[in-house]
């Protein structure tokens, strides 16, 4: 056996204690990424790391604990292989920007259209996502959670927008039309309305993502709907922050710039009746500028910006010179980790003044 043969890999006593249970530690990513290491619910960066001292591999080696009391004896054993580095895990954030991306090559437009040329592309079954995310399964289904998604045939699909928005829009009109209270959306009836226009399936995951569900309906309150739509006579209460946050970015992804004032009557106007809107909605989505006669306000999603911390940065300062706290923590917030909070990301990455009273957070290099 050669040096070359063998790794040494330094691991923390929860890795050990995977180890030492039969737990699977995997290796994850391809070529042009750096390697990951994940447990079922941990990510870790792994790194290279040299030591001064030799490291001697010996095969069949007996430590003085297996020895009987007062024995003393010398035993030779080859020595295979002298190592002088080894590899050590670092916890990180999961690397789930990727995600986002295979899901997007083929987005679920309905039925009608699996077969057009525009929905040819790449389809993942969670598995799959598996082997390619750099994130442990555990951390890559929270993510999946996380994003308007549908099972279609063992496929995770992102549902295009515009077809999530026929989707959430036809369950807002079913709301007025029959008056229902927001937090009492009976999923039966959904399903008995909307089946023939898009798949129950869709249907309830769409009221799942949009809403929290509640209780079960006492029976003989409500109709059931067709057999076999899984409706059980739950109901749904919809989650005003989420549903009034879609309703923005209606308004917001088409368009450049939208005019604040403007904007903020047509979303609140938009919104199903009950609902109120909240500049907290949009936290994260969309950046109003102040500074412009008249303030307007535009598309500016955190989704599409990059996962390293330094890129991220260079990406807001680009985008604006100056940043309030209020402005920027949305966009660096999933950023932080139990060490690195917002308040260190900014002492690290950027540098404070004062404009007009008020702090603020500028580039700490120069940009190109």
């Given at each position: 056996?050669?040096?070359?043969?063998?790794?040494?890999?330094e691991?923390?006593?929860?890795v050990?204690?995977?180890?030492?249970?039969?737990?699977?530690?995997?290796?994850?990513?391809?070529?042009?990424?750096?390697?990951?290491?994940?447990?079922?619910?941990?990510?870790?960066?792994?790194?290279?790391?040299?030591?001064?001292?030799?490291?001697?591999?010996?095969?069949?080696?007996?430590?003085?604990?297996?020895?009987?009391?007062?024995?003393?004896?010398?035993?030779?054993?080859?020595?295979?292989?002298?190592?002088?580095?080894?590899?050590?895990?670092?916890?990180?954030?999961?690397?789930?920007?990727?995600?986002?991306?295979?899901?997007?090559?083929?987005?679920?437009?309905?039925?009608?259209?699996?077969?057009?040329?525009?929905?040819?592309?790449?389809?993942?079954?969670?598995?799959?996502?598996?082997?390619?995310?750099?994130?442990?399964?555990?951390?890559?289904?929270?993510?999946?959670?996380?994003?308007?998604?549908?099972?279609?045939?063992?496929?995770?699909?992102?549902?295009?927008?515009?077809?999530?928005?026929?989707?959430?829009?036809?369950?807002?009109d079913?709301v007025?039309?029959?008056?229902?209270?927001?937090?009492?959306?009976?999923?039966?009836?959904?399903?008995?309305?909307?089946?023939?226009?898009?798949?129950?399936?869709?249907?309830?995951?769409?009221?799942?993502?949009?809403?929290?569900?509640?209780?079960?309906?006492?029976?003989?309150?409500?109709?059931?709907?067709?057999?076999?739509?899984?409706?059980?006579?739950?109901?749904?209460?919809?989650?005003?922050?989420?549903?009034?946050?879609?309703?923005?970015?209606?308004?917001?992804?088409?368009?450049?710039?939208?005019?604040?004032?403007?904007?903020?009557?047509?979303?609140?106007?938009?919104?199903?009746?009950?609902?109120?809107?909240?500049?907290?909605?949009?936290?994260?989505?969309?950046?109003?500028?102040?500074?412009?006669?008249?303030?307007?306000?535009?598309?500016?999603?955190?989704?599409?910006?990059?996962?390293?911390?330094?890129?991220?940065?260079?990406?807001?300062?680009?985008?604006r010179?100056k940043?309030?706290?209020?402005?920027?923590?949305?966009?660096?917030?999933?950023?932080?980790?139990?060490?690195?909070?917002?308040?260190?990301?900014?002492?690290?990455?950027?540098?404070?003044?004062?404009q007009?009273?008020?702090?603020?957070?500028?580039?700490?290099?120069?940009?190109?």
């Amino acid at each position: 056996m050669d040096n070359e043969a063998i790794r040494l890999m330094e691991v923390d006593e929860d890795v050990l204690a995977h180890l030492k249970t039969g737990d699977r530690l995997t290796i994850r990513g391809e070529k042009a990424e750096s390697a990951v290491l994940c447990t079922t619910s941990q990510t870790f960066d792994i790194k290279e790391a040299e030591t001064s001292n030799s490291l001697l591999m010996v095969p069949t080696c007996i430590f003085p604990d297996s020895l009987e009391d007062g024995e003393d004896k010398i035993i030779y054993r080859q020595v295979c292989a002298v190592l002088h580095d080894y590899l050590e895990l670092k916890p990180c954030k999961p690397r789930l920007r990727k995600l986002r991306h295979l899901l997007e090559e083929n987005t679920y437009c309905g039925k009608a259209y699996e077969g057009d040329e525009g929905h040819r592309g790449s389809k993942y079954t969670f598995p799959d996502l598996c082997q390619l995310v750099q994130a442990s399964d555990a951390e890559i289904q929270h993510a999946i959670n996380a994003l308007p998604v549908c099972d279609i045939d063992g496929y995770v699909r992102l549902l295009d927008f515009d077809y999530l928005q026929r989707v959430l829009f036809s369950i807002a009109d079913l709301v007025t039309e029959n008056s229902w209270s927001l937090d009492s959306v009976p999923l039966n009836i959904c399903l008995e309305e909307l089946h023939e226009l898009y798949p129950k399936d869709v249907i309830k995951r769409v009221l799942e993502f949009y809403g929290n569900r509640q209780n079960k309906v006492p029976k003989g309150k409500m109709n059931t709907g067709p057999s076999g739509d899984n409706g059980d006579g739950a109901i749904y209460k919809l989650d005003e922050d989420k549903v009034c946050r879609f309703f923005a970015e209606v308004f917001l992804r088409p368009t450049e710039k939208f005019n604040f004032k403007e904007f903020l009557q047509t979303w609140q106007d938009s919104v199903p009746e009950g609902m109120n809107t909240s500049l907290h909605q949009i936290e994260g989505l969309a950046l109003v500028d102040r500074s412009s006669k008249p303030e307007v306000v535009k598309f500016f999603p955190v989704e599409d910006m990059p996962e390293e911390i330094g890129d991220r940065f260079d990406h807001l300062f680009r985008a604006r010179e100056k940043w309030t706290l209020e402005d920027i923590r949305p966009y660096i917030i999933d950023l932080t980790t139990d060490k690195t909070g917002v308040s260190a990301l900014l002492t690290k990455y950027a540098r404070a003044s004062l404009q007009n009273g008020i702090k603020v957070y500028n580039s700490r290099k120069p940009l190109s």
